[in-house]
């Protein structure tokens, strides 16, 4: 009987042990998922998005599309060159511009602007847009994408810091586009 | 000679190794399996050891950081002792590992190993492939140059398209907002530690199924797999007809991988390391990215899909892959192994064979992308150009400073995007090809808000030239007589 009863101590004991940690396991387990998802809660608390300048207004003459270079406002200390980002600036006329992302629509490689025929082209699979950014033909759904903009004591802002693709908040703050607007 | 021995017997009194090794390396494996067609899967676990010791040593130069990887790996290249041989191995050895694994992967399949009882052996392979491909990408990746910049930019759209949770995909893929420092940092660690810790465990499972479960008879036509019978036959067939696995059928083994490991050598002494190109600063947007040669294929599939299926079959379709690969061992798992009686599993794989290679090669030349400099740097051949009017060759103008020549090729100069032009005057009439240019249509851009009338003018009148010499472009012959002349207007 004793031997018995000296077998479900230590089996009680082993029990309690691997609740014990269990238990400490869990604990340790909430700051290590919150660790690996604070890319995510740390956009959802402070938000990634600010308002980051382009430079002054004059720097873009009306009627044409130029590029524009900024630092992204959220920025690590290893970040180095890519930091910056690229946006293509239309000034449509006076105060009236459109800001695109350099991100096709389609899979995120840098169009490029051609003056001569109106047209950004896609150098991965061909996606071609209008000089407003709606699409003109490839495989892309809709037109480039935008941000939203201000002009604020002569310089041109831009609401940016986040990667442009379809999934973003730069994707939904502006609807799509038909393709003959 | 005398001292060596008495140290092995003294390490072996305590770790007592020798004798279970000699069992497995003496283990009798079916006498026809000692062939040239099962090395593929010891060239592969080879080629493997070969990236871990090659990878750790670029690991003590390269530096995990967004600002300073490319100037690592320049560094490499240029000015540590045979920095370059080393990255040249790794590269070349990625690639040998991948085509490596696939070939194993078929042969395996032709020969029906998949099939009971080694249904988990299969499964684990097909976990294998898919960390091995996952090592390509993110060594790729690591490889912080341009093409791997804006290719975690695609990595990033294609994760942003999964309904509701995209955009935290993408976050937590980059480790933040943008493609950034803590972006190549968690690519680091995944192909540092992560993929490569869960290979090992996965190579050592694989490994430990073929040790217990033995290796695969030579498949014999009629020879049928029935679960309640093989497991008999099997070890009938390994007594009876069987011989120690070394040095029986090692050799071959032994042959081949060093073959391969002098292939890979070879490759890389002669062609070098892969890149890096240029550096990845996303301000400079005068690039044309592409990925590696193991994901061309799906690089040249996203040029074709229609844009209403792209989402769905880049989400859907993997899944279905990937789940199709993991059920064949048990909706397959008995009945005929040969290869010579399977003429489904065969054209599957000469199916998915062409399809792939076809699509590797379409991408190596991308015919679906327009040529972003032609425009300014493929000339119009002179002989489009002889015993034109004035008009015409103003029309020519246009069609080189208005980008046509991008998408459209003259006597094989330009892109692909569009068709050719050579002849384009015999297919469409002059009112057909002013209404193409201004309106578009058939996937090319409208021009008609770019071109003044002049300018079409003078380009429909340069289109009109191309025709064949003797064979007259197409006229609307209603037209002709509407205006009562024979002749063009």
Redesign the interface.
């Known amino acids: 009987m004793s031997t018995d009863s000296t077998i479900s101590r230590r089996t009680l004991f082993m029990k309690m042990g691997i609740l014990f940690n269990g238990l400490v396991a869990t604990a340790v387990a909430v700051p290590i998922i919150r660790f690996?998802?604070a890319?995510?809660t740390r956009?959802r608390a402070n938000g990634?998005l600010s308002w980051v300048s382009l430079g002054s207004i004059s720097q873009f003459p009306e009627g044409e599309t130029r590029?524009a270079?900024f630092q992204?406002p959220?920025?690590?200390?290893?970040?180095?060159?890519?930091?910056?980002?690229?946006c293509w600036v239309r000034r449509v006329e006076g105060q009236q511009f459109q800001i695109f992302a350099?991100?096709c629509a389609?899979?995120?490689?840098?169009?490029?602007w051609?003056p001569?025929?109106?047209?950004f082209?896609?150098?991965?699979?061909?996606g071609?847009y209008?000089?407003d950014g709606s699409r003109?033909?490839?495989?892309?759904?809709r037109g480039l994408f935008e941000y939203p903009h201000t002009i604020r004591d002569g310089l041109v802002m831009i609401q940016a810091?986040?990667?442009a693709?379809?999934?973003?908040?730069t994707a939904s703050l502006f609807g799509k586009k038909s393709p003959c607007a | 000679m005398r001292l060596i021995a008495q140290i092995g017997e003294w390490l072996d009194r305590r770790l007592q190794l020798a004798a279970p090794i000699r069992e497995i390396s003496e283990h009798p494996v079916p006498k026809n399996t000692a062939s040239w067609w099962y090395v593929f899967g010891s060239a592969a676990l080879v080629v493997f050891l070969l990236q871990l010791v090659t990878g750790i040593m670029l690991a003590f130069v390269y530096v995990p950081?967004?600002?300073?990887a490319w100037n690592s790996l320049q560094s490499l290249n240029h000015d540590i002792t045979l920095g370059w041989f080393i990255r040249a191995l790794h590269g070349w050895g990625s690639n040998f590992m991948v085509a490596i694994v696939l070939i194993h992967m078929v042969q395996v399949f032709l020969f029906g190993a998949y099939k009971f009882p080694r249904e988990l052996t299969w499964v684990v392979g097909v976990f294998l492939l898919l960390m091995t491909m996952g090592m390509a990408f993110t060594g790729q990746v690591l490889r912080f140059d341009q093409d791997a910049?804006?290719g975690l930019?695609?990595g990033?759209?294609?994760?942003?398209?999964?309904p509701f949770l995209?955009?935290?995909i993408?976050?937590?893929m980059?480790?933040?907002?943008?493609?950034?420092?803590?972006?190549?940092?968690r690519f680091f660690a995944l192909h540092v530690f992560v993929i490569p810790g869960m290979l090992i465990a996965f190579v050592g499972v694989h490994l430990l199924l073929v040790l217990k479960l033995g290796i695969n008879e030579w498949p014999m036509p009629g020879r049928l797999v029935k679960k309640a019978t093989y497991e008999s036959e099997y070890r009938e067939l390994t007594h009876k007809d069987g011989a120690p696995f070394v040095p029986y059928a090692v050799w071959k083994d032994l042959f081949f991988a060093a073959f391969i490991l002098l292939a890979v050598a070879a490759c890389a002494v002669f062609f070098g390391p892969f890149g890096p190109t240029g550096?990845?600063?996303?301000?400079i947007?005068?690039?044309?990215?592409?990925p590696d040669y193991f994901f061309l294929w799906l690089?040249a599939v996203?040029?074709f899909?229609p844009?209403?299926m792209?989402t769905p079959a880049l989400l859907i379709g993997p899944v279905i892959a990937i789940g199709a690969l993991l059920l064949l061992p048990f909706l397959s798992g008995e009945g005929e192994k040969s290869w010579r009686r399977r003429p489904i599993a065969v054209l599957t794989i000469l199916l998915i064979a062409v399809t792939l290679a076809t699509f590797t090669h379409l991408a190596g030349y991308t015919p679906?992308?327009?040529h972003?400099n032609a425009?300014s740097s493929d000339p119009i051949p002179a002989r489009f150009l002889q015993h034109r009017t004035a008009l015409e060759r103003q029309g020519a103008l246009v069609f080189q400073?208005?980008?046509?020549h991008?998408?459209h090729a003259l006597g094989r100069e330009g892109g692909q995007?569009g068709p050719a032009l050579d002849t384009v005057a015999v297919q469409l009439t002059q009112d057909q090809l002013i209404r193409q240019v201004i309106q578009?249509g058939g996937?090319?851009?409208?021009?008609g808000?770019?071109l003044s009338p002049a300018e079409t003018t003078a380009l429909v009148a340069f289109l009109q030239t191309l025709h064949p010499a003797g064979q007259a472009p197409a006229r609307d012959a209603s037209r002709a007589i509407a205006l009562g002349k024979s002749g063009e207007n």
Request: with cysteine.
């Open positions: 690996l998802l890319p995510i956009g990634y590029l270079t992204n959220y920025v690590t200390p290893t970040d180095g060159k890519t930091a910056d980002t690229a350099i991100n389609h899979l995120g490689c840098p169009v490029r051609f001569q025929s109106g047209l082209m896609c150098p991965c699979h061909g071609a209008y000089q003109a033909s490839g495989p892309p759904e810091g986040e990667l693709t379809p999934g973003s908040p | 950081s967004a600002s300073e910049y804006w930019g695609i990033a759209s294609i994760a942003s398209r999964v995209g955009s935290d993408v976050k937590l980059l480790g933040g907002p943008i493609i950034a420092g803590a972006t190549l940092s550096q990845p600063d996303p301000t947007i005068q690039t044309a990215p592409r690089y996203l040029s899909l844009p209403s792209e679906w992308s327009p972003m425009w400073a208005k980008q046509c991008n998408c995007r578009g996937n090319m851009p409208a021009y808000k770019n």
